[in-house]
């Protein structure tokens, strides 16, 4: 049985398994298409949750199924819960797709929560329930961090995206009260070539006008794409760690550091800074999320023995650029 109990047995890893049911929301997007791509190459079953019928144009796999859901209520997609082992859920408005105003915020923080209580609520009817329920969280859960080391026990922090991150992370722990172990992956700045933040550094570097934002002396919690994927498959697969769980690199650097690293990577220098003020006058609330940092390190994912595929910036840039 895939998730056997055996006190005695190291952690096992999810590889050394296959053809595991895992119901994956928000999988189309940037951080859920990597992740769905390992899962179907681990061998598991996937039942994809998304407001889109057909989000895949063109392809198919045997192992994947794609059911549509609204994201927020219960519906006939909560039938594909009996028998799954594993629920992951990714959804959300995107967090920097436009200005903090009143309305987009409120769009934020529903997109999580209602989704999380929807997938929490599925659990509830599942028969068996399934065995872990991965929910995203960002390291936005600390707020602002000027110095010092962030493992997970550090304090939530006081501005918007710490109130989300702790309201995202209380409504996926509901899960525990149904006897499933929880993960709230709280996850740092993931680069990949097709978006998230690098898709927004790439176009100035390119021009040759790149340089930090602000002082440049903010932390930049970096993780590659590639283990953020790899990283959740650990989580499902690992029964021992659950809770709050930092997925950042082992790797810490500042804005500036960073920026010198991917200057390098695409040989263009690292010299212009984009003011902070002009940054808020830009993106108004927005801005504080790349004009503030913490060095969140990942202490849960050491103990509990994940090897980083990329654990330095300049490994993780030259992959990344090597198919640029
Ligand atoms: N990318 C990062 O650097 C990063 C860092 C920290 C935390 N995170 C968190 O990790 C999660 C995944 O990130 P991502 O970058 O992959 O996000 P993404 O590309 O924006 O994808 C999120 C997915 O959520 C679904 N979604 C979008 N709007 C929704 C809404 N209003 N209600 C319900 N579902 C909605 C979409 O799937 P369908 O259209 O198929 O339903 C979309 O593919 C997000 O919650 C994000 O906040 C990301």
């Avoid at 990714?90 to 989704?115: H, P, Q, T």
């Avoid at 525990?176 to 700045?189: K, M, N």
């Avoid at 898709?199 to 903010?218: E, N, T, V």
Wanted: glycine share 12%; with cysteine.
């Amino acid at each position: 049985m895939f998730f056997a109990e055996k006190t005695l047995e190291p952690p096992r890893s999810l590889w050394q398994f296959s053809g595991v049911k895992i119901i994956l929301a928000g999988g189309t997007g940037f951080i859920g298409r990597a992740l769905l791509r390992r899962l179907l190459d681990d061998g598991h079953d996937v039942v994809l949750l998304s407001r889109s019928a057909h989000p895949f144009t063109g392809f198919h796999h045997d192992r994947l199924r794609t059911v549509a859901w609204d994201g927020q209520s219960p519906g006939e997609w909560t039938r594909q819960f009996d028998g799954a082992d594993a629920v992951v859920n990714l959804s959300g408005a995107g967090i920097a797709d436009g200005r903090w105003s009143a309305g987009r915020k409120r769009l934020l923080v529903e997109s999580r929560l209602k989704s999380t209580h929807a997938l929490v609520t599925a659990m509830l009817g599942a028969r068996p329930k399934p065995q872990v329920f991965v929910c995203a969280s960002a390291v936005g859960y600390y707020g602002d961090v000027p110095s010092g080391e962030v493992a997970e026990s550090a304090p939530q922090g006081r501005d918007f995206l710490a109130d989300l991150c702790g309201q995202w992370e209380k409504a996926a722990m509901e899960a525990q009260e149904l006897g499933v172990r929880v993960v709230c992956a709280r996850i740092g700045v993931v680069l990949a070539l097709e978006g998230g933040a690098l898709g927004k550094f790439i176009p100035p570097f390119k021009a040759f006008i790149g340089g930090p934002l602000g002082s440049g002396r903010q932390a930049f919690p970096w993780i590659h794409r590639d283990d953020v994927a790899g990283a959740i498959a650990h989580l499902i697969s690992n029964k021992h760690v659950r809770g709050p769980v930092n997925l950042t690199a082992p790797e810490t650097l500042t804005m500036r550091q960073f920026c010198d690293e991917l200057g390098r990577a695409m040989r263009r220098p690292s010299w212009l800074p984009v003011p902070g003020f002009a940054l808020r006058l830009l993106l108004g609330e927005l801005a504080g999320m790349v004009l503030t940092g913490q060095r969140a390190v990942p202490a849960k994912l050491a103990q509990s023995g994940y090897a980083f595929k990329y654990p330095h910036a300049n490994q993780a840039l030259a992959e990344i650029f090597a198919h640029a």
